[in-house]
């Protein structure tokens, strides 16, 4: 397993469109150190990807879109967890 480390400042929203409901955010990846190599590690999905992984391939707002989709999408599935 790898070994985390805390870099809040370079902490970004998780590319697969996580959503935390603790935030009502997009879920913040981690740093997380591989092999020697450092990834950006969602915690929600357990992936990691590259540093220079371009997170951008698509408009910002269709990622924010993605986010959203997958938050509804796991409000149907699972509604006792969204439960107030």
């Given at each position: ?5 805390d870099?809040?400042e370079?902490n970004?929203?998780?590319w697969d469109?996580c ?17 020697d ?7 929600k999905?357990?992936?990691?990807w ?35």
């Amino acid at each position: 397993m790898g070994e985390f480390i805390d870099m809040a400042e370079k902490n970004m929203d998780c590319w697969d469109g996580c959503y935390d409901e603790k935030t009502h955010s997009a879920m913040k990846m981690q740093s997380k150190i591989i092999d020697d190599i450092e990834y950006n590690y969602c915690p929600k999905c357990n992936t990691a990807w590259p540093l220079d992984w371009d997170q951008y391939r698509v408009t910002p707002h269709e990622v924010k879109q993605r986010s959203l989709n997958h938050y509804f999408k796991m409000k149907e599935q699972y509604p006792e967890l969204f439960e107030d």
